[in-house]
């Protein structure tokens, strides 16, 4: 398999960029993380002018960063539009729900859409955070792409209309959202991977580009954890699929594994309480959540369907429940700085040491 070159300067300036906003204005102890890049160098051989001029690019988002802050032109546009217009659609929707359902099942459908946790959205959100999976429930680029492979199919004749639909979709989504990161990424990305003429090779280019973009654009959002998680979650499946394993379902079983293992010092820093089910509770919840996330953001507003609205939330709240009965969990609050910088710089090793015994070419 081969990756295009230009997918490894973008991945090698994402990388750079990302090392020294977070070494400037976080901590320098993150310096340590400057480690991965280097031997990202050394492995793939990249001459010094070439990586003189990586450093070089890669400091325009601190730059930026010490210019414009945490100002994000994005949210501020959303705010203009609300206050000339006095119409707030996140606003609207979830008043929608409140009125036509019950507070139970619309108290649900604005966590899985709109991703508000209030009442008992939130005592569920607690109980799925006890089990190691509420990034599941987060909205992210893993539901949305399910979305994207529904209208893909639907207009499998049409792909032109099916990208423009999606483009669309994704636009608005990500205003009643505020623009939050991990849909913002999906967006960009899906933009992006049009200037790859085939987007299975191109998915680390349009991936890295879309994330070079939030950095200029948006500097702090390099210390966002949703960003962290979108990000490297999408890299972690990105390299299992790239490695084309045959079975599918042991494929789906290291998605899994090899996403909660990446993501743990992040995980960790939101609940120190870890499942030791947590793989078995991804595998299972991964497509149920999904499946649900698709049924609400398709049928969710429509009120004839509001007994099959009701059942499903009935359903996730007991199953959720039962899985609760038979969770274990352990507090492991055992990440600093130091280690999880040191927990990364292993995991990248590991990675490169995969690719090479696997003969794979960047």
């Given amino acids: 398999m081969k990756i295009n070159v230009i997918n490894r300067h973008i991945c090698l300036l994402f990388c750079f960029s990302v090392v020294f906003l977070l070494t400037f204005f976080k901590s320098w102890i993150f310096a340590l993380l400057i480690v991965i890049p280097i031997l990202y160098v050394w492995y793939t051989k990249t001459s010094f002018i070439k990586t003189t001029i990586y450093l070089f690019l890669s400091l325009i988002p601190c730059l930026i960063y010490f210019f414009i802050k945490d100002f994000n032109f994005l949210t501020y546009l959303n705010s203009l539009i609300q206050t000339k217009t006095g119409f707030n659609l996140r606003k609207y929707i979830s008043s929608y729900l409140d009125r ?6 619309s108290n649900f459908i604005k966590l899985m859409v709109l991703n508000i946790k209030i009442d008992e959205s939130y005592y569920l959100y607690k ?3 006890n089990l190691s ?15 994207k492979k529904i209208f893909n199919f639907l207009f499998k004749k049409f792909p032109k209309i099916a990208f423009l639909v999606n483009t669309i979709l994704f636009v608005f989504y990500c205003y009643p959202l505020n623009f939050s990161y991990s849909v913002l990424r999906v967006l960009l990305t899906h933009l992006f991977s049009i200037i790859s003429k085939k987007y299975s090779n191109g998915i680390y280019e349009s991936t890295s580009m879309s994330g070079m973009l939030c950095l200029i654009c948006f500097p702090s959002s390099c210390f966002s954890l949703s960003f962290g998680l979108s990000y490297i979650c999408t890299f972690a499946v990105i390299y299992v699929i790239s490695l084309e394993i045959k079975n599918k379902i042991l494929e789906k079983i290291l998605i899994n594994v090899c996403a909660i293992i990446i993501s743990l010092p992040m995980i960790m820093s939101i609940d120190s309480n870890i499942s030791l089910i947590a793989i078995i509770n991804s595998f299972i919840f991964s497509y149920f959540f999904c499946f649900v996330f698709v049924y609400f953001f398709m049928f969710g507003f429509i009120l004839f369907l509001y007994p099959i609205h009701h059942l499903l939330t009935l359903l996730v709240f007991n199953v959720v429940e039962g899985f609760n009965i038979i969770n274990i969990t352990v507090s492991l609050n055992i990440f600093n700085t130091w280690l999880t910088c040191a927990y990364y710089i292993l995991f990248f090793l590991i990675i490169m040491i995969t690719y090479k015994r696997n003969n794979f070419q960047w």
């Fill in 133 to 147: 999976v509420v990034y599941l429930i987060v909205i992210s680029g893993f539901h949305l792409m399910f979305i």
């Fill in 100 to 105: 036509s359902y019950d507070d139970l099942t």
């Fill in 127 to 129: 109980k799925i955070a």
